[in-house]
């Protein structure tokens, strides 16, 4: 058996990018924060080329020069900085406004200008920026206001329009082109309803692509006319969803995902001269979840970033011309992040079960058993005689989905005994419009009985103790965790909730302020719905609470603030419920540094080692 901290420098691999020059750099964690690193060829030493405390969140390399623009924020606060690495590694400092967020909208295609949106200017909005390669700080072109959360996908062919995407909700949102010279925007998606509009590209032709649900119950990849919004379906899938697309408008490529409970289907094609999609290859790729596509500036190379349960995550590289020619043709693994010695063999791969819930619905999990508790015994060095622990692992979100990609913490709890069960309950993405919508507003606790179904179900398996069953979840799924133990406290033997919701009211008051209104949107509002948020906060149910609960926080945290954790800890405590703590100062919704994750980690285990 190998101790926690091995588990959880298990590294990562992920988010490619291609220079003009045949760069390719990526992220990886190997100091314990992901860093841009470099590598030169398939399975080559890889070179770090940026050296901080806080993780980078993306890189995105110039199409004209070997050089590459990276985004990062302090301690978790969300409020990301735009910085540019030259070829020497050099750093620029692009932005340095810290009091204001940006998120990336691009390069132009000459490589001289880069656009990205910020909250500048107002704290709860965002507007478009426009700046040169050689601007710093506040040099930037204010070229569109904006009255909400506005995000960019990129620049068009000719470089004198953005697509501008305005999201009210997760589930709705509308699309815009921007005239950058004359800030005049055309609006393409006017509809009634939620209407999911994402993932939109430019087209070779100056029209677009994207995913939506307009005229499905599941997303479809559409083409869309960049002037009229007229819209065709170019792809559906089926039951299921295409989660996103990535064109090179240069070259006419196209790649695009399915997700197929879970897994995902890529499909490699090319655009024909009437807009249509002519598939000509579904990589074979290692694991079970595939995305992060990018493509080399020349359109010769495609590069991808998989993952499974029993692989951690890397990053793969493939000649587009092969492809085109043997659709079999070898996929090169580019990357090497560390198993920490820890044999890939000795990874498990989970069940994907489906089980009945109250109203009869099947909610989708998949449930994964240590190694030597598979043959349906009650084996494993955890389970005695009286089966296995479990530890339901809940989603955040909600508007998630918990997918077969690499845990190295499964997979430790994995090896010590545990069973670890992972649903997907209603209101999760994956399934159609018509789920994700199950659990809005006064439907919340609807999911919540969702896992009730998931207790029952457990308790029908010879191979699961049910009185040793462990609520875990982070965000939403904390928000999960607290009231699944205040509504079936007698089911649970422990609680972990991270960086959760203990009140809506608070919550929704103390949120980030650009953020505020694509909550209450899902949730409920402050001022329509008070009531009802009150009465489904798990701190107004408190006294029900009976099984021991550990609660972990980052004191940055924007989304859930802090405050939420401290309610909850004290007032549990009030009823006598043992509880602990562990808030880290240098951290925001989530923990994402390898210390911090040792030690709250090592804390947790400890803990159920007592409780349960």
Not at 586 to 598: A, P, Q, T, W, Y
């Amino acid at each position: 058996m190998y101790d926690l901290e091995r588990y959880l420098t298990v590294r990562s691999a992920y988010g490619a990018t291609l220079g003009p020059e045949e760069e390719f750099a990526f992220l990886m964690d190997t100091t314990g924060v992901a860093q841009v690193w470099t590598v030169d060829e398939p399975g080559g030493w890889p070179r770090q080329r940026t050296f901080y405390d806080e993780p980078v969140s993306f890189a995105s390399y110039s199409p004209t020069r070997p050089e590459l623009v990276f985004g990062m924020d302090d301690g978790g606060n969300e409020r990301l900085q735009l910085h540019r690495l030259d070829a020497d590694g050099t750093i620029t400092d692009l932005t340095d406004i810290p009091d204001a967020k940006h998120r990336w909208g691009g390069w132009s295609h000459d490589g001289d200008r880069f656009a990205f949106a910020s909250n500048r200017r107002d704290e709860a909005v965002f507007d478009v920026y426009v700046q040169g390669r050689d601007e710093t700080g506040d040099d930037a072109d204010l070229v569109a206001e904006g009255d909400g959360w506005l995000s960019l996908g990129g620049w068009s062919p000719d470089d004198d329009r953005l697509i501008v995407t305005e999201a009210y909700s997760s589930f709705d949102q509308d699309v815009y082109v921007l005239d950058v010279d004359s800030g005049d925007r055309t609006h393409l998606t006017p509809h009634e309803g939620n209407v999911r509009y994402t993932s939109v590209q430019w087209g070779p032709a100056g029209d677009l692509y994207l995913v939506t649900d307009e005229r499905a119950d599941t997303l479809e990849l559409a083409r869309m006319d960049a002037e009229t919004g007229d819209l065709e379906v170019v792809r559906d899938g089926g039951e299921w969803n295409i989660d996103g697309v990535a064109v090179d408008e240069d070259h006419g490529l196209l790649a695009y995902s399915r997700n197929v409970d879970g897994y995902t289907e890529l499909t490699l094609g090319e655009v024909t001269g009437a807009g249509q999609i002519e598939a000509f290859a579904v990589p074979h790729l290692p694991g079970d979840v595939a995305g992060g596509v990018s493509f080399g500036p020349d359109g010769e190379r495609i590069a991808f970033s998989t993952s499974g349960r029993s692989v951690n995550t890397n990053v793969y590289m493939a000649a587009v011309a092969d492809l085109r020619t043997d659709p079999d043709a070898a996929v090169d693994r580019w990357t090497y992040a560390a198993t920490a010695g820890i044999p890939p063999e000795t990874f498990v791969e989970p069940e994907l079960i489906h089980y009945e819930t109250f109203d009869g619905r099947e909610i989708p999990a998949f449930f994964s058993v240590p190694e030597d508790a598979r043959t349906g015994d009650t084996g494993g060095a955890a389970a005695g005689d009286a089966g296995l622990p479990v530890i339901v692992d809940i989603h955040g979100g909600p508007e998630s989905q918990r997918r077969p990609s690499f845990s190295g913490l499964i997979q430790y709890f994995l090896s010590r005994g545990y069973a670890v069960f992972e649903p997907n309950v209603r209101g999760s993405t994956g399934y159609g419009k018509a789920y994700t919508h199950l659990d809005d507003v006064e439907k919340r606790m609807d999911s919540v009985r969702d896992i009730e179904a998931a207790l029952d179900w457990l308790a029908d398996q010879d191979r699961v103790d049910p009185d040793r069953i462990v609520a875990k979840g982070g965000s939403y799924g904390g928000f999960m965790v607290l009231s699944a133990m205040t509504e079936y406290p007698e089911r649970w033997a422990a609680g972990v909730d991270s960086v959760g919701i203990a009140n809506f009211v608070t919550f929704l008051e103390n949120t980030g302020d650009w953020r505020r209104e694509l909550r209450e949107a899902e949730y409920g509002s402050l001022e329509d719905d008070r009531e009802f948020l009150e009465s489904i906060s798990p701190i107004n149910s408190i006294e029900r609470i009976q099984a021991p609960l550990f609660v972990i926080h980052g004191a940055n945290d924007p989304r859930v603030p802090l405050g939420e954790a401290e309610q909850i800890v004290e007032q549990a405590r009030e009823q006598g419920v043992p509880v602990e703590k562990v808030v880290f100062e240098d951290e925001g919704h989530g923990i994402s540094k390898l210390e911090n994750r040792i030690e709250a980690y090592t804390r947790v285990v400890d803990f159920l080692d007592e409780h349960v």
